[in-house]
């Protein structure tokens, strides 16, 4: 097997209970790296076109990648993909924790996962076997209860546990697969799949080593990296994600009540710091990583009571619980978190969709008789917390909003369209268009809808960005940096190129917060060097990139196949329309210029005018087969 990987891949057909393992040869694991681009490859050959993505013939593909599992910070990532039950196109997510590595150490790349159960049950992988076990005595169960109930009948408390929880079981659309209880792969409704097919959990546990083909190299880099934590991602590693609340704040950049506004005048009360001196229990790590960015929290007020089993709220949950919805109590939002964790819910999606409801309730296109009695207006945080329960649930109005806030809007009607942010129909996370003007591209034109992880934000491209940074951009062949509030023709290039390096983590496998084009504690030159390393293959930038590019075009081939094209590339009203306060008032997004950025960006990428990528383009990247398919 090539260094770095397993070497194989599980396959399990959930309809009749036939498990088997495939063994690829290196080729396939160079042109892939794995992540998402390997899951791509069994999605489009095997995913029928107009597949139910709650259906029996959705596959579901979890998966990790080259350096998953090496002695280096950020590299347990887990990779999940499918038809999204949220989107209608391609579904992707990650996830960190301890789960990927283990999986690794078990002795697969990957896990391929087809049909429907006849009942609930969980996948045992261990030393390379694998089968399945009957989880009828798991299901409805919380997450921390479900894990511990696995663990308890395996005989050992170093399994680690992929899961579900109700909020999948009852597919919820944007419901999340969890891990350690506090750990998603959130976005695009992934969990809803997973609970579609009657699958519980994938407990792994394994005493395998991915072979390195240069240790020398790759411990020298990483020693390098724990000796500049500190001096590189210092703030990061003190504050976790929310130690940018109040950059954000200051930047006009904070989604306030449902987007109307880029700043919230209780953002200290939310922010990293008061996290810190307040309700932190703890900094966590995943697998073998020094930055320890991960928030466990603890709360014992009388009225809200959090259990730091869940972790704690990163930034994009203390915006969507918070921000979003115009509520500036942090025990209210570490609750709210915490029932997202427990009953496995994306906190992106959770806390926008309910920010909506809040706008459609001010507006009287929802009242108490919908609500079941609930005040449901800005700055409740009562109102919050208990929504989440019922999304999860879907009990009463929670049965509404567990369709995203597109669906029930269309349910609603009488305008409450106007009041949907979100992309593909899936929710904005909290990184404002408005005020990194190249997300507005990104945003529309992502594959799988708005997601802030799929590129990098315009900051780190400015010419106030740090001699680092600016550097590193300068390794992808970006030397003119521009200013954050334009989107011409450098800056398109500028998100193609960096929505390609960040498509290659995701393949990679690695954390977007360790390895990046920028800010990030290691840049691509040092991604270079470890791939290297473990590998020992000759590689280069030129090469990862392709990879990155090839995920890219596998996924858009995947939407166009779906019906997804140019119209589907666009924003939600809320951001060509003026922002109100603060250093953000009165920008928006202007429909013009996207449109603009949309050709060149097409242009660029090699796809047609409707974003299809062309056959010279697939061809050009090994992808004939993908061609023909289309």
Not at 414 to 429: I, S, T
Request: aromatic share 8%; net charge neutral; charged share 25%.
């Amino acid at each position: 097997m090539p260094n770095g990987y397993a070497g194989r891949i599980l396959h399990v057909n959930l309809s009749n209970g036939s498990i088997n393992i495939e063994q690829p040869d290196e080729s396939f694991y160079r042109f892939y790296m794995g992540g998402s681009a390997l899951a791509m490859h069994y999605i489009l050959r095997e995913v029928p076109k107009g597949a139910d993505p709650l259906g029996p013939e959705n596959v579901l593909v979890v998966s990790v990648g080259v350096l998953t599992g090496a002695p280096i910070s950020g590299q347990s990532r887990v990779m999940a993909n499918a038809k999204s039950p949220l989107t209608g196109a391609i579904g992707d997510s990650q996830g960190g924790g301890f789960w990927p590595a283990e999986l690794k150490r078990a002795g697969f790349d990957a896990v391929v996962i087809r049909g429907r159960a006849a009942k609930p049950v969980y996948l045992w992988i261990h030393d390379g076997e694998a089968e399945l076990r009957d989880a009828t005595h798991l299901w409805g169960k919380v997450t921390g209860e479900a894990e511990a109930l696995i663990r308890q009948e395996l005989g050992d408390p170093k399994v680690e546990v992929l899961q579900i929880g109700p909020a999948g079981e009852k597919l919820v659309r944007y419901a999340a697969i969890m891990n350690m209880s506090n750990r998603a792969n959130g976005r695009t409704g992934m969990g809803a799949v997973m609970g579609s097919k009657n699958l519980k959990a994938i407990a792994v546990r394994g005493r395998q080593r991915p072979g390195i083909a240069d240790p020398e190299a790759l411990a020298k880099l990483a020693r390098w990296g724990v000796e500049n934590v500190e001096s590189m991602i210092g703030g990061l590693a003190r504050h976790g994600t929310a130690n940018v609340v109040i950059s954000q704040q200051e930047a006009g950049g904070l989604p306030t009540r449902n987007w109307t506004s880029g700043v919230f005048e209780h953002y200290e009360a939310i922010s990293g710091p008061r996290m810190s001196e307040t309700i932190l229990k703890e900094r966590d790590t995943c697998f073998g990583c020094a930055v320890r960015c991960k928030r466990v929290v603890e709360v014992k007020e009388p009225r809200w009571q959090v259990d730091p089993l869940y972790g704690g709220p990163e930034y994009e949950t203390i915006a969507t619980l918070g921000s979003y919805c115009g509520v500036g109590d942090l025990s209210a939002i570490a609750k709210g978190n915490e029932l997202c964790n427990k009953y496995g819910l994306d906190t992106i999606s959770t806390g926008a969709t309910i920010a909506f409801a809040m706008d459609c309730f001010e507006h009287g296109l929802l009242t108490t008789a919908d609500t079941g009695g609930i005040e449901l207006r800005f700055g409740n945080g009562e109102a919050m917390v208990k929504l989440v329960e019922l999304i999860a649930k879907r009990e009463g109005i929670g049965d509404l909003l567990a369709e995203g806030s597109a669906r029930a809007a269309a349910r609603i009607g009488r305008g409450a369209e106007r009041f949907v942010v979100a992309a593909k129909r899936q929710e904005l996370p909290a990184h404002m268009p408005e005020v990194k003007r190249s997300l507005a591209l990104i945003y529309a034109a992502n594959p799988f809808g708005a997601d802030h992880m799929s590129s990098e934000h315009d900051p780190s491209y400015s010419p106030t960005a740090s001699a680092t940074s600016l550097a590193r951009m300068s390794s992808l062949g970006l030397i003119c940096p521009q200013d954050p509030l334009v989107l011409n023709e450098e800056k398109v290039r500028f998100a193609f190129y960096v929505e390609c390096f960040f498509s290659l983590l995701d393949s990679i496998g690695t954390c977007q917060f360790v390895w990046g084009p920028g800010w990030q504690l290691y840049g691509p030159n040092q991604l270079v060097e470890a791939v290297r390393a473990v590998t020992g293959w000759e590689t280069s930038i030129f090469e990862l990139m392709k990879v990155g590019e090839r995920r890219l075009n596998m996924m858009r081939a995947f939407n166009a196949r779906e019906g997804f094209g140019r119209k589907d590339d666009w924003l939600p009203a809320r951001c060509f329309e003026p922002k109100k306060g603060g250093p953000s008032d009165g920008y928006a997004v202007s429909e013009e210029e996207l449109r603009q950025a949309l050709d060149w960006y097409y242009a660029i990428a090699g796809w047609d005018a409707e974003g299809k990528p062309t056959r010279g383009k697939l061809l050009e990247l090994g992808l004939g087969w993908v061609a023909d398919l289309l």
